[in-house]
């Protein structure tokens, strides 16, 4: 039997029923987050009035348990509402998946540090989930000294941080650790100049010298196994499957969205350009109608295997049914979503024309931003079709390591 926490009493966002109402509500944003696309890139941080939308929506609560007043809809559903988002402003829906998302990782500490975080239905969280410096055990936690670290999306806005560093003992062994911060606990490095996803704000942090509580911190170990503490407190088995097997579902639909941004801007720009062709002109223009279409196919496979994985992740009634093949091909799935979304956008911005290089070109801005995205570390095909591959055949990854080692 569960352990369910007792509801925390608090002044709660609209709870969301339904997949179709999420995105419904995200499509009733698009025009205003597209309006602000440009303002969005140029101040390099998602706007004060975008997110405080987005709060009122009560999308950030997406994923967030009901327990603590979420909606608790699983990841098909932030994935459908990130896509939709992004078709708009793929920097928008970045940080929205994140910051959404990533509550789940919220959801695997102790519950004080539950109560902590989601207590306040305002406060949002960033993560950062390769933290320098060095953290060790002290009187009541643990203390953090040295940190910093990349790619702190949305973290303007966020009052906490869930950040990944190694825990040091005192005999000096080291393990993974993911801890909990507050906004006191760190600084933010104004260092986010880049060539897409601009208006995502993933700013470095330092972190000098902060403590700890003991109940803001779970291991890594435990999180990869699926046996935190805080996963106990919630009813649904989403909360206790593998962090690996989970996390990238929150940022996977940008880029995706993004892609689609560039077939959306391709296709006004060709129904201009074609509206009083004749058949010699259609003719002529056969390319570049048969790139819009793959591209478009390209982009719908790419969502529906996504769609699939979502629907296996939240459905599942328990995580041990989970095999770590099957684990193995929602990442290979992730990274082929989003490589395929990639390589659909670039066939379009290939014959797109010279005046696509301007920054005025939303398809260019389109563009960037769907390479930038397939850029993280979780798309990358190469790792994703290693261990994919070695699963196929019974072997695992650290077997694979090993005997590289002995060969080099």
């Not at 009733?28 to 303002?39: G, I, L, P, S």
């Not at 939308?53 to 967030?64: H, K, Y």
């Not at 920097?91 to 540090?113: D, I, M």
Request: hydrophobic share 40%; proline share 4%.
């Amino acid at each position: 039997m569960e352990l369910v926490a007792e509801p925390v009493r608090q002044e709660s966002k609209p709870t969301l029923r339904s997949v179709d109402e999420a995105v419904g509500i995200a499509r009733n944003m698009q025009e205003r987050f597209r309006a602000r696309a440009k303002q969005t890139e140029e101040k390099r941080k998602v706007p004060d009035e975008s997110i405080a939308e987005l709060r009122e929506s009560g999308l950030f609560g997406i994923v967030t348990p009901k327990t603590f007043g979420g909606s608790e809809l699983g990841f098909g559903a932030l994935f459908d509402t990130v896509v939709t988002v992004a078709a708009a402003c793929p920097s928008t829906a970045w940080v929205l998946g994140v910051v959404a998302g990533h509550s789940w990782l919220v959801n695997l500490f102790p519950e004080q540090a539950q109560q902590d975080v989601l207590s306040n239905p305002d406060a949002l969280t960033a993560t950062l989930f390769r933290l320098g410096g060095t953290a060790t055990p002290v009187d009541g936690g643990y203390r953090l000294e040295n940190g910093q670290g990349r790619f702190a999306s949305g973290i303007d806005h966020a009052e906490w941080l869930v950040v990944g560093n190694q825990l040091r003992r005192a005999d000096g062994n080291e393990e993974p650790y993911f801890f909990i911060l507050h906004r006191s606990d760190f600084e933010i490095v104004d260092d986010w100049d880049v060539m897409g996803m601009r208006g995502t704000g993933s700013k470095s942090v330092i972190v000098k010298d902060a403590f700890i509580p003991a109940h803001r911190a779970v291991s890594l170990k435990d999180m990869l196994a699926g046996t935190t503490p805080g996963g106990k407190l919630h009813g649904k088995p989403l909360y206790r499957l593998p962090f690996s097997y989970v996390a990238p579902f929150s940022i996977v639909g940008a880029p995706i969205g993004a892609a689609l941004g560039v077939v959306e801007e391709f296709r006004r720009m060709m129904g201009t350009k074609l509206a009083d062709a004749g058949p010699v002109e259609l003719a002529d223009a056969g390319d570049y109608l048969s790139r819009l279409a793959a591209s478009a196919a390209a982009i719908d496979s790419a969502m529906a295997l996504v769609r699939e994985s979502a629907r296996r992740v939240d459905t599942i009634e328990d995580p041990a049914q989970m095999s770590a093949m099957e684990g193995n091909r929602i990442q290979r799935n992730w990274a082929y979503a989003v490589q395929t979304a990639r390589e659909a956008a670039n066939s379009l911005f290939e014959v797109a024309g010279g005046s696509q290089i301007y920054d005025s070109s939303r398809l260019q801005a389109y563009w960037r931003d769907t390479n930038a995205g397939a850029q993280h570390f979780a798309f990358s095909w190469g790792n994703a079709t290693k261990r994919y591959g070695l699963s196929m055949i019974g072997r695992d990854e650290s077997s694979f390591a090993l005997n590289s080692a002995k060969k080099s």
